[in-house]
């Protein structure tokens, strides 16, 4: 047991000692205990103080949006320059990353496109267009990815995951790139190995099946630019704009449109297409034409409730957070990420803590505070019961854009069977998103009847919608893609016949497929496209491991694979033919014709819906 004066006194000493500083962001200390010298990947506030201090200090300047510097610099730089005030402020995301075919070509009327069939004047197979992969690396060894002159269709590979090669690319400043001519001549070190996902992608999108004659991908003759993602990095989502900005720049000097491919995400964010990293991207978008970006949606949809609304009122109401002895952060932690638009930021909040069932007993709570009362100073308290502490908490706010921020962080915890209550009363509206499955908590949806608790009237119910991830994912810019199963089975390498336990009938949409809306009530996903069950292109160091041999289809050089991360390669291969068709078009124009041209039967329902979007891809 912890002395309520002392704890206080503690708390009292932290800030006295300026170990919690204005604009701090929750990760951001462990990344500059850890890695303080590093260069980062960083955007801060579009404004005159911050320009001049760039200017100054010779930071090179990579993109700017309407609120926006994308930079790169150390986090003690960072640090130093938010302490003395000369920053105004900066942007740290805590959202960890996720990675998120004949049949395919059939059920999206590839085949009709490839063979210019009427009323098509001609054929189209991407050529003298780039598609682009932001993904988890290719295997560019494997012949899908090789002409029938023997030479490499990857133009470059740009591997961010090294610190900063011999040829990093400017004015990035990190990483190392390859051109063809290097990769041609054995020269490139960075392959895929340890997982299958960006080749799998690739070979979808734009595999040419020469490696044995099947499964070729949507857009055969396309040009490849690969850019492999370091998962492991800070704002990472800055990272994958700075790579759609990378290959939009290279294909402007070779003079080609290009059509980005994004089959990851994080869960975690503003869900509504505003943040740094979309509104990098939204821009170059609108700088010319010939620019598509198409993303995954997420294989979130049987995940459960892990997202909660609410728009508080003058009574108390709550949502009870489960805790999670295995969690991310910490064993025994909770946490949550929040937003809302800041108008909608008038509301007070608290935490508080119940026994469990039977008895549901209240055992204290935290002090309310108005959620626009202390941006970018941390907030500490504690649950006390008596003398008794039963949690810590930590909560972080902050402005992004026209967007409130929190994100609270729950340790110390007395009891890990106590129900965590999330308190709010005023007005307003929000949305939070946590979940165990993602590593952090799961909110309690079997409640008890108000004759057992009457404060459960005031209880707000977590829902399955919206579990779309977050960034460009939502952006109304980018094509957005669920996942509708694709084939019933196949052959394996053992010549054994592969049948999922899944029960989906193939056009169905697939229970895990996120749902949207975005959370300003865009209809998201855009299309829904072939992914479960997908066969394309495999690493060879998958393919030439017996143990593997299940996974892998009867000819040997393709594996099987699934999700929203599969169905996206699909519409961006039908992106890549458009462009071929039109290299002068926008992703709104795209955007429009998918919109209008998607097809709908049995499984869609009407149309637009959150499920399938505006039906399904018709190439």
């Known amino acids: 047991m912890v002395s309520k004066y002392l704890h206080y006194f503690l708390i009292f000493l932290t800030f006295l000692i300026g170990s919690v500083s204005y604009g701090q962001k929750f990760g951001f200390n462990e990344l500059l205990e850890k890695s303080p010298d590093n260069i980062t990947v960083f955007c801060v506030p579009n404004n005159d103080q911050n320009a001049a201090l760039l200017l100054n200090e010779n930071i090179v300047i990579k993109f700017k949006s309407n609120n926006w510097i994308f930079i790169n610099a150390s986090p003690l730089w960072i640090q130093k320059h ?26 999206h009327f590839v085949d009709q496109v490839h063979s210019g069939d009427a009323p098509l004047e001609s054929s189209y197979t991407g050529m003298n267009v780039i598609f682009g992969i932001v993904d988890q690396g290719l295997d560019h060894n494997h012949e899908d990815f090789i002409d029938s002159n023997g030479n490499t269709r990857v133009l470059r590979y740009w591997d961010q995951t090294m610190v900063a090669g011999p040829n990093f690319p400017q004015p990035y400043g990190y990483g190392n790139v390859w051109d063809s001519t290097e990769i041609n001549a054995g020269l490139c070190t960075s392959n895929e190995t340890g997982t299958a996902h960006g080749t799998s992608v690739t070979g979808i999108g734009a595999g040419d099946g020469s490696a044995n004659g099947s499964n070729k991908g949507m857009a055969p003759d396309a040009n490849l630019i690969i850019v492999e993602s370091n998962f492991n990095v800070g704002n990472w989502t800055l990272t994958v704009a700075d790579a759609v900005d990378y290959i939009f720049k290279v294909a402007d000097t070779l003079g080609m449109p290009a059509v980005v491919n994004l089959s990851l995400g994080t869960y975690f964010g503003s869900h509504d297409g505003n943040d740094p990293a979309s509104e990098y991207i939204e821009a170059l978008l609108d700088e010319k034409p010939g620019r598509i970006v198409v993303s995954a949606a997420g294989n979130a949809g049987a995940k ?13 109401s709550f949502v009870w957070l489960k805790n999670n ?90 009891s890990t069977t106590y129900l965590y209550r999330f308190m709010t009363t005023g007005s307003g509206k929000y949305d939070l998103w946590s979940g165990a499955w993602l590593g952090y908590n799961n909110f309690i949806t079997a409640i008890p009847a108000p004759a057992v608790m009457p404060d459960i009237v005031y209880y707000v119910m977590p829902d399955s919608a919206q579990t779309i991830v977050s960034s460009w994912n939502c952006s109304e810019k980018v094509v957005t893609v669920g996942n509708m199963r694709n084939r019933a089975g196949h052959i394996d390498n053992n010549n ?36 479960d069950v997908a066969l394309g292109s495999g690493p060879l160091w998958l393919l030439l491991n017996p143990a593997y041999n299940a996974v892998i289809d009867s000819g040997g050089m393709h594996v099987r694979n699934g999700g929203t991360s599969m169905a996206s390669p699909v519409v961006a291969g039908i992106a890549a033919l458009y462009l071929e068709r039109c290299g002068a078009a926008n992703y709104q124009g795209f955007l429009d014709d998918l919109h209008t041209t998607g097809y709908t039967d049995g499984f869609t329902g009407a149309v637009p819906n959150n499920w399938y979007g505006y039906g399904k891809a018709h190439a």
């Open 325 to 414: 002895p295995v969690a991310a952060i910490a064993p025994n932690t909770i946490f949550f990420d929040l937003w809302s638009d800041q108008a909608d930021a008038t509301f007070d909040f608290a935490l508080g803590a119940d026994t469990p069932s039977p008895s549901y007993i209240f055992r204290g709570n935290t002090n309310f505070y108005g959620a626009m009362s202390s941006i970018g100073v941390p907030i500490l308290d504690t649950i006390w019961n008596g003398t008794n502490r039963i949690a810590t908490i930590e909560v972080y706010t902050e402005i992004v854009n026209s967007n409130y921020h929190m994100q609270m962080y729950v340790s110390n915890v007395d």
């Open 304 to 316: 459960g409730s892990f997202h909660v609304q609410n728009s508080p009122g003058v009574d108390t």
């Open 496 to 531: 054994n016949p592969y049948v999922s336990a899944d029960t989906t009938p193939p056009g169905k949409l697939s229970p895990n497929s996120s749902k949207g809306p975005s959370r300003h009530n865009v209809t998201k996903p855009d299309i829904t496209a072939g992914g």
């Open 82 to 107: 938010i302490e003395d005030h000369t920053l105004s402020d900066y942007y740290f995301e805590y959202a960890p990353p996720t990675a998120l075919a004949d049949t395919a070509r059939a059920l």
